[in-house]
């Protein structure tokens, strides 16, 4: 199969991309519409937030996605740490213990003597 066919049959198959819903009306009056973000061949919609009509006053309500916010924390997190312990292994705050670490620091301590 050739790629124009694909997407031929890909934009032939896929429904009209509509970035707003049907309005709902709330037994208040309220009337929500709610707005969706089309993307993959106008294959996956994703929410965006509603438009919220009350009393002649229309309000924003965006939609948050909180799994993507908490994997977004994480990965924060999980950087800082990774930053953190390199930087001890590459400086430990602690002194050198080893071999050539003491014998330096014989030799500061001799040095230092009047």
């Known amino acids: 199969m050739e790629l124009w ?9 896929a429904p009209e991309p509509r970035v707003f819903g049907d ?7 309220t009337t929500i519409i709610p707005v ?25 309500a965006p939609a948050t996605d909180h799994t993507r916010l908490a994997l977004l924390a994480e990965i924060g ?14 400086r430990p705050p602690w002194p050198d ?3 050539r670490g003491l014998a330096a620091l014989r030799e500061r301590r001799i040095a230092a003597r009047p």
């Open 5 to 13: 066919e694909e997407l031929d049959r890909l934009r032939t198959g």
């Open 23 to 29: 309005p709902y009306e709330t037994t208040a009056g």
């Open 36 to 60: 969706s973000r089309i993307g993959g061949f106008g294959r996956v919609a994703r929410p965006v937030g509603v438009f919220v009509v009350h009393d002649g006053a229309v309000q924003w």
């Open 77 to 90: 997190g999980l950087t800082a740490a990774i930053i953190a312990t390199i930087a001890v292994l590459r």
């Open 97 to 99: 213990l080893s071999v």
